[in-house]
């Protein structure tokens, strides 16, 4: 009877523990409310054609075979194929396919025809082999040149290394240093032309600074700041140019000259008025002195001290009898037969 009790219970044990299970499956698991990855458990890799995208880092700790095509497929940035023809790895980089590496020699630069490389948005220092040129090229200086190579005369360089002669000067291969004297280039103004040295062929233009100035009345003030177009100097300033009263420049010197005995009709700084005129570069009313020449009724060339021959010389209707130094027009008749000019001093 007891061991009929036994089975008894331990069979209602065993379904209950089933029930629970199944009870278990039904009411406790929750059907994905959407598919996969977005609502619940991410996609699989699987064997599909069906383009797959994984967020975060794939880590493959065996080996990891790329797609394989005889010729370049389509591509899209950063894309890796391996070419079976050419035995190489492939990545598309702006907008073109590149070597990646392998073949069989190793380190093997990047190939590109000159219609891919001309493409490429290239640094400083970027190598390829040029399959069109079969040659090995390097970008700098704004250019892809061939590595062997350097930069002809009168072609736009950065360094003298990167030209032929060795000198860079101006932005261009140059051939020679081209320095230590002024109004000089190998730019585009070269008398000798671009990338020889000359010197500058414009009087309006002074490419280095070469021609410095100084403030008038000072040495080297009447010197113009561009070249004279005609050989190593600098042009020379004609006229007042901003130099004080009595003062200009002769245009054949760099420094200013002052105005002797005469007035000063140039610019605004002025000695023109009635009765003045420059006297050892100061502007000063004139006095009746030997200094002055006769100047009366238009008449110039005798020393107020010099008898005149005839009384029309001086202006008078007759002779004049004043005194050389006299400073006022003839007084009208004389009676003297002595005739002198009168000393004006100035000039109306």
């Known amino acids: 009877m007891k061991q009929k009790n036994l089975y008894f219970y331990t069979n209602i044990l065993a379904w209950g523990l089933v029930l629970l299970l199944i009870g278990n499956y039904v009411f406790g698991w929750t059907t994905p409310s ?25 880590i493959i700790e065996g080996v990891l075979r790329l797609g394989q095509f005889a010729t370049a497929p389509s591509g899209t940035e950063g894309a ?18 590149g070597d990646l590496g392998g073949g069989a020699v190793p380190g093997l630069l990047p190939n590109y025809t ?14 390829i082999y040029n399959t069109t040129e079969n040659k090995v090229q390097v970008y700098r200086s704004g250019v892809w040149m061939a590595v062997s190579a350097k930069l002809a005369l009168a072609a736009t360089c950065t360094l003298d290394g990167d030209c032929d002669s060795t000198h860079c000067v101006d932005g ?30 414009s009087s309006s233009n002074d490419p280095r600074n070469t021609c410095a100035t100084a403030s008038p009345p000072a040495v080297d003030s009447c010197k113009s ?4 177009g005609t050989g190593y100097a600098c042009g020379y300033l004609s006229g007042e140019v901003g130099q004080p009263t009595c003062k200009r420049c002769p245009g054949d010197s760099y420094d200013p000259v002052t105005i002797v005995d005469a007035q000063d009709t140039e610019g605004s700084n002025l000695c023109n008025t009635v009765h003045w005129r420059c ?15 006769c100047v009366y009724s238009g008449y110039i060339g005798q020393s107020c001290t ?12 007759s002779a004049c009898n004043y005194p050389p130094d006299y400073c006022g027009d003839c007084p009208g008749s004389c009676s003297s037969n002595t005739f002198y000019c009168v000393c004006r001093g100035w000039v109306y």
């Open 172 to 201: 261009v291969c140059c051939n020679t240093v081209c320095s230590g004297t002024v109004c000089q280039t190998c730019g585009a103004l070269s008398s000798a032309g671009l990338g020889y040295c000359g010197y500058v062929n």
């Open 279 to 293: 006297s050892s570069g100061t502007c000063t009313k004139s006095t009746c002195s030997t200094v002055y020449p």
């Open 34 to 58: 959407g598919d996969p990855p977005g609502s619940n458990l991410p996609a699989p890799i699987n064997v599909s054609s069906t383009a797959q995208t994984k967020a975060g880092n794939l």
């Open 114 to 127: 000159t219609a891919q490389r001309d493409a490429l948005s290239p640094a400083t220092g970027q190598q």
């Open 225 to 228: 700041p561009n070249c004279n």
């Open 306 to 317: 010099t008898a005149c021959t005839n009384a029309g010389q001086c202006g008078c209707l």
């Open 80 to 97: 890796l194929y391996f070419n079976t023809t050419e035995k190489k790895m492939k990545v598309y980089s702006n907008s073109a396919w």
